[in-house]
T-cell receptor, first 116, second 114 residues
Framework: DVKVTQSSRYLVKRTGEKVFLECVQDMDHENMFWYRQDPGLGLRLIYF???????EKGDIPEGYSVSREKKERFSLILESASTNQTSMYLC???????????????FGPGTRLTVL | AQSVTQLGSHVSVSEGALVLLRCNYS??????LFWYVQYPNQGLQLLLK??????LVKGINGFEAEFKKSETSFHLTKPSAHMSDAAEYFC????????????FGKGTKLSVIP
């Protein structure tokens, strides 16, 4: 079974702190994604990566950055946390098969971040 | 660009009643569609997926969905609701042809009344 793990289930940080959210997948997937989930807004894509050291902005990248130094690990960084970044953060990965990306994504358990 | 619409942010059914959760998409290129389920304080879990092999797709926990190209719909059904079905359900489709990304609907929270 594909396993996607996230470093923390719950995290409380103070405004202005630098926050690192880590995600690791064990199935050698090429693609990795970071979403935030807020009530009534569904899942919104922050960043995704289709290869090591490659990244693409999603729909809401402002205030975030990412790092992918190894294929299995994708980190989300909040450079200076703010209260409006309080949210559930979900990491996902997906394989790339031949000339067509199959798109099925496998999700981690989520990190509920509270910024005070 | 792809858009995915789920009608009804909250749906309540009685235990044993039919579950129907609606999903409409705007573009069927490529024709892959997904339903995910999220239990409280957990990540999303794949419920079922449509990959052009058959229009009626069976998933886990007795759920199924039917792809209707003419209606651009992919509604999720279950004949008899169980208390354990209470969760949030998300429909998703590829953002575009050749895209790695998925576009998700805003979700439907299902409540099951005993």
């Amino acid at each position: 079974d594909v396993k996607v793990t996230q470093s923390s289930r719950y995290l409380v940080k103070r405004t202005g702190e630098k926050v690192f959210l880590e995600c690791v997948q064990d199935m050698d997937h090429e693609n990795m994604f970071w979403y935030r989930q807020d009530p009534g807004l569904g899942l919104r894509l922050i960043y995704f990566s289709y290869d090591v050291k490659m990244k693409e902005k999603g729909d809401i990248p402002e205030g975030y950055s990412v790092s992918r130094e190894k294929k299995e690990r994708f980190s989300l960084i909040l450079e200076s946390a703010s209260t409006n970044q309080t949210s559930m953060y979900l990491c996902a990965s997906s394989p790339y098969s031949g000339g067509v990306s199959y798109n099925e994504q496998f999700f981690g358990p989520g990190t509920r971040l509270t910024v005070l | 660009a792809q858009s995915v619409t789920q009608l009804g942010s909250h749906v309540s059914v009685s235990e044993g009643a039919l579950v129907l959760l609606r999903c409409n998409y705007s573009s069927s290129v490529p024709p892959y569609l997904f339903w995910y389920v999220q239990y409280p304080n957990q990540g999303l879990q794949l419920l079922l997926k449509y990959t052009s092999a058959a229009t009626l797709v069976k998933g886990i926990n007795g759920f199924e969905a039917e792809f209707k190209k003419s209606e651009t719909s992919f509604h999720l059904t279950k004949p008899s609701a169980h208390m354990s079905d209470a969760a949030e359900y998300f429909c998703a489709a590829p953002t575009g042809a050749g895209s790695y990304q998925l576009t998700f609907g805003k979700g439907t929270k299902l409540s099951v009344i005993p």
